[in-house]
T-cell receptor, first 115, second 114 residues
Framework: EPEVTQTPSHQVTQMGQEVILRCVPI?????FYWYRQILGQKVEFLVS????????KSEIFDDQFSVERPDGSNFTLKIRSTKLEDSAMYFC?????????????FGQGTRLTVV | AQSVTQLGSHVSVSEGALVLLRCNYS??????LFWYVQYPNQGLQLLLK??????LVKGINGFEAEFKKSETSFHLTKPSAHMSDAAEYFC????????????FGAGTRLAVHP
């Protein structure tokens, strides 16, 4: 069964360092997303990506964050200068159509710990 | 802004007992509503969704949910819990107006004991 895969499963980084979280969406999907969940809090939308550009982003997704689809298969989330409060579980998701019309498939998450 | 509230961060039931996980939404127009499940060390998996067709929605693994506009609720039920149902359950809404994102509740962790 097709699935969204994320690497690494766990990343520890020092405050101020750049991190790149990687995702391989399902191959025929057109819409891609990043969500995050800070420990004990809600899963929060970060950004959606369609047709090689950001279609929507939340207020969390500030200039420190960027997304890219570098090679037609990977979808990455970059955090330029990590802060302690960026520690969270980051979920990648993809869908064939908009989520109101189809299922969004989620990866198993990358746990980012900023120390 | 639209939101969902899940009552009870932890619910514990006996195997074979009814499962009831509560979700209320705030929306001025009927939204699209979803329930997702997360098993340990796995991603979020769609259980079921409401998209303004039938108000009683059946999902995978014997779960169902009923959309009640008058109560702004979308509670998840299963008649008989199984040990394998132990997981975290998330209610989510897609805002009306063409938005393509999910707004999640805080989640309810379901424990099933023998």
């Amino acid at each position: 069964e097709p699935e969204v895969t994320q690497t690494p499963s766990h990343q520890v980084t020092q405050m101020g360092q750049e991190v790149i979280l990687r995702c391989v969406p399902i191959s025929n999907h057109l819409y891609f997303y990043w969500y995050r969940q800070i420990l004990g809090q809600k899963v929060e939308f970060l950004v959606s990506f369609y047709n090689n550009e950001i279609s929507e982003k939340s207020e969390i997704f500030d200039d420190q964050f960027s997304v890219e689809r570098p090679d037609g298969s990977n979808f990455t989330l970059k955090i330029r200068s990590t802060k302690l409060e960026d520690s969270a579980m980051y979920f990648c998701a993809s869908s064939e159509f908009q989520v109101s019309n189809t299922e969004a498939f989620f990866g198993q998450g990358t746990r980012l710990t900023v120390v | 802004a639209q939101s969902v509230t899940q009552l009870g961060s932890h619910v514990s039931v006996s195997e074979g007992a009814l499962v009831l996980l509560r979700c209320n939404y705030s929306s001025s127009v009927p939204p699209y509503l979803f329930w997702y499940v997360q098993y340990p060390n796995q991603g979020l998996q769609l259980l079921l969704k409401y998209t303004s067709a039938a108000t009683l929605v059946k999902g995978i693994n014997g779960f169902e949910a009923e959309f009640k506009k008058s109560e702004t609720s979308f509670h998840l039920t299963k008649p008989s819990a199984h040990m394998s149902d132990a997981a975290e359950y998330f209610c989510a809404v897609t805002p009306s107006g063409g938005y393509n994102k999910l707004i999640f509740g805080a989640g309810t962790r379901l424990a099933v004991h023998p």
